[in-house]
């Protein structure tokens, strides 16, 4: 399985930016966005099954979408109302039938 991941930067806050995790070798039926802030743990997001049906973190809500397109195996998150808080590594993660796996992550990175 690979998982490549694109679409980190820097914004300002109350901007936007959109992740996109490509992923390839397997079906995956969860894929799902994880973040680490420096100096704490690593947290879910959001993350969207194979039918669509989705679960947001309470921090994210009415900000952040999730959404997946299975032609492509590909993951985005539309991140919205950014605040300085949400700056982060932003982590995709799938799971398969055969196991579970890590992109290497994109830093995000919003400006007060």
């Known amino acids: 399985v690979q998982l490549v991941e694109s679409g980190g930067g820097l914004v300002q806050a109350g901007g936007s930016l959109r992740l996109s995790c490509a992923a390839s070798?397997?079906?995956?039926?969860?894929m799902a966005w994880y973040r680490r802030a420096l100096g704490k743990q690593r947290e879910l997001v959001a993350r969207v099954i194979y039918s669509g049906s989705t679960n947001y973190a309470d921090f994210v809500k009415g900000r952040f979408t999730i959404s997946r397109d299975n032609a492509k195996n590909t993951v985005y998150l539309q991140m919205n109302s950014l605040k300085p808080e949400d700056t982060a590594v932003y982590y995709c993660y799938v799971e398969t039938t055969v196991g579970n796996y890590w992109g290497q992550g994109t830093q995000v990175t919003v400006s007060s």
């Open positions: 070798g397997s079906i995956f039926r969860t």
